[in-house]
């Protein structure tokens, strides 16, 4: 019996085009034995969650460096429960203050990195959430 | 060139003090590192000296500042005749908010403008559009039609300060309204001197702002670079960027050879029109980063304008000088800023600016500090500008041209990074072209692969950025510099404007002119006139970029990571 692949929707909402942190990601992800789907740009919210609804993903990666990440991490979080898809873990990075991401964290992302993260980071704990859970 | 003789005479002497003073200094005290390598990955030897450089040219790879092959500066006396314009890109919420930001750099001491658009307006949606939801005046500031830009430039001289505008592939529409703006003030259009930067090669390989294919988007650069030469003399209609192909993870020779790259590309489309080299040449303007890794940029800088030089000449046949002299805007890298300790972002802005200065750079923009966290608050644009004010005034660095040139380290970096451009432009030409490599997604994986070798480099610990992954401190709660903030009505008051403006216009008449548009779209005419016709009616961007969509069809982005 072959174990299934954690797989991940890595994903940039909105029109910025930042996304060298993204691809950085999403390639360490799949260099770490993950399967990896990457949305590529401009992405709304209602895209990326019919995506990891119809991909049937465990993990959502949200990056965001345009300063709307309030706006979109909620919105998300919003979509999955009306598709009731809240089984899939979303988690993210980019550009904002830690007051903020307390605040998402306290409305259900379930972790988020800094412009200066390391990806092993990343890998580390998506690894230690999944071995954790019976899958 | 040595005199071989004397040539002979050093590298003796070389070899003694490597073997003697060197050997016996290395056995007692063993380098610190195996290698030393640049932020690109290049080696880099102990020691340069005459041997290096045995085969220098003086004349013909340096010759003199103003003259091929540019080499030393674009001009003879360089900082001495003029400084490089300090300018400070702004922009943020609505018109009038970011006129009034304007305003403070001017009476701070900034002698040019660069306006920063807010994505909506950068990828052609109008502020009520629902694709716009969240970002109206975030990034930058909010402009749907000319009304916004009147209030923009509100109390501005535009015949007197230069203005760049960053904006790509809505460009020609903002260049639309500049030149509506400055006619219904009365300036004539020969006085106008700016940049767009409407350079849409680097959007489909770096910064990914795109609308339409790559054929109709390079067809409105060309428009738009043949209807400034002929109506705006001093003005540059096109900024050959390889600022975001660094931001997007290339090293420095992947940077300059991309550009270029881009360069030649534009240079071929304006040409097949039948318009000569020379007649449009002079206007073509860069920008380039300036990144951590002192020496390296500098020969950057150096080897770019001796490369652009022969291309221009050897390859296009261009007779006149400024068609063969670069000219660049620079930036110092926003990437490098790092979320800890922000403070350490002052110093490292401070060399980065220094490298602009002595690789000869026409303009500058210092990042602020802050930069890692937030839009730039007032307070870091200043320290950011004085950073320049500094340099010019109290350093020295700017009396004397060219002060590195003849350095044997910088001069022997100069000839690689030359050399390795040309290795990629012939690969580039081995594809067909550069538009060619660019449907092959050439440029957007080679970016891409060394983006992430130099995340695993610093992951690793070999590339060591000071307060991340070396000298940590842990980090405040709160981040330890005030923040800009972000007005929340901007987007209201800015949805209301637009309304008001769509209310008071003449509806007939845009739809007439929208058909015109589509009209010379299918043809192979300039799209300039009409656009002007358009935005002077208050067509907004979203209407003009809409209207496009049928003739033009819309860019699908390759998956490549």
């Known amino acids: ?135 | 060139m040595l005199d071989p003789k004397k040539l002979e005479a050093i590298r003796k002497e070389l070899q003694a003090w490597e073997k003697t003073e060197l050997a016996a200094f290395q056995a007692r005290r063993p380098e610190r590192q195996k290698s030393f390598t640049t932020l690109s990955g290049r080696e880099v030897k102990r020691l340069y000296s005459p041997p290096d450089i045995a085969d220098f040219d003086y004349v013909e790879k340096l010759g003199f500042p103003g003259q091929y092959p540019f080499t030393r500066g674009p001009y003879p006396t360089m900082y001495r005749a003029q400084p490089w314009t300090m300018r400070q890109i702004a922009g943020f919420g609505t018109a009038g908010a970011t006129n009034e930001r304007f305003k403070f750099l001017i009476a701070q001491g900034q002698t040019g403008l660069s306006v920063d658009f807010d994505m909506p307006t950068l990828m052609g949606y109008d502020s009520d559009d629902p694709r716009a939801f969240g970002e109206v005046g975030r990034e930058g500031v909010a402009v749907d039609t000319l009304a916004d830009l009147e209030d923009l430039f509100d109390g501005i001289d535009l015949g007197g300060i230069s203005v760049s505008m960053t904006i790509n592939p809505t460009a020609w529409i903002l260049l639309a309204m500049y030149v509506a703006l400055a006619e219904k003030r009365g300036i004539p259009l020969e006085q106008l001197s700016g940049t767009v930067q409407n350079d849409i090669i680097k959007e489909f390989t770096a910064q990914k702002e795109w609308i339409y294919p790559v054929k109709p988007s390079l067809r409105i650069v060309r428009d738009s670079i043949i209807y400034s030469v002929r109506h705006l003399p001093r003005y540059n209609p096109v900024n050959i960027s390889g600022y975001h192909i660094r931001e997007a993870g290339s090293t420095a020779v992947q940077e300059a050879a991309f550009t270029l790259a881009a360069g030649i590309a534009y240079v071929e489309e304006v040409r097949k029109t039948g318009l000569d080299v020379d007649a449009f040449a002079p206007r073509l303007s860069f920008y380039f980063i300036s990144h951590s890794d002192f020496f390296e940029e500098v020969a950057k800088f150096r080897a770019a304008r001796r490369v652009w030089a022969r291309i221009m000449k050897e390859r296009f046949g261009a007779m006149r000088p400024e068609s063969m002299r670069l000219r660049f805007h620079c930036q110092t890298a926003g990437s490098s800023l790092t979320a800890a300790q922000p403070m350490n972002n002052v110093v490292r802005t401070a060399y980065q600016a220094m490298a602009a200065v002595l690789g000869g750079c026409q303009s500058l923009h210092t990042n602020g500090m802050d930069e890692a966290l937030a839009i730039p608050s007032e307070a870091a644009m200043r320290l950011a500008l004085r950073t320049q004010q500094i340099l010019l005034e109290e350093t020295g660095v700017a009396h004397s041209v060219d002060p590195l040139g003849g350095s044997y380290l910088v001069e022997t970096l100069t000839d690689q990074t030359e050399r390795e451009i040309w290795t990629y432009l012939d690969r580039i030409d081995g594809f067909g072209g550069t538009v060619a490599a660019l449907e092959r997604n050439f440029f957007q994986q080679e970016i891409a692969d060394s983006a992430y070798a130099y995340q695993v480099a610093k992951e690793r610990g070999e590339k060591i950025v000071v307060g991340v992954n070396r000298f940590r401190e842990d980090e405040p709660e709160e981040p330890s510099i005030p923040l800009h903030s972000i007005d929340p009505r901007t987007e209201q008051t800015q949805k209301e404007r637009l309304a008001r403006v769509k209310r008071d216009r003449d509806s007939g008449r845009i739809r007439k002119l929208l058909d015109e548009l589509k009209e010379v779209a299918r043809t192979d005419q300039n799209l300039m006139p009409v656009t002007i016709e358009c935005v002077r009616a208050y067509t907004t961007e979203g209407e003009i970029v809409n209207a496009l969509k049928e003739a033009f069809g819309l860019y699908r982005e390759p998956i490549v990571f």
């Open chain 1, 1 to 135: 019996m072959t174990e299934r692949k954690i797989r991940i929707l890595v994903a940039k909402p909105g029109l910025d085009g930042h996304d060298r942190g993204a691809k950085v990601v999403a390639r360490a992800l799949r260099d770490a034995g993950f399967e990896v789907i990457y949305t590529g740009l401009h992405q709304t919210p209602e895209q990326i969650v019919a995506t990891a609804v119809q991909e049937d993903v465990d993990v959502i990666g949200l990056s965001v460096l345009s300063g709307t990440h309030m706006l979109v991490f909620p919105r998300i979080l919003a979509l999955l429960r009306q598709q009731g898809a809240e089984h899939i873990t979303l988690i993210g990075g980019g550009t904002m203050l830690p007051k903020e991401m307390r605040e998402l964290k306290a409305i259900g992302v379930a972790a988020l990195w800094g412009v200066d993260s390391s990806t092993q980071e990343i890998v580390a704990w998506i690894r230690d959430r999944f071995s954790s859970t019976a899958r």
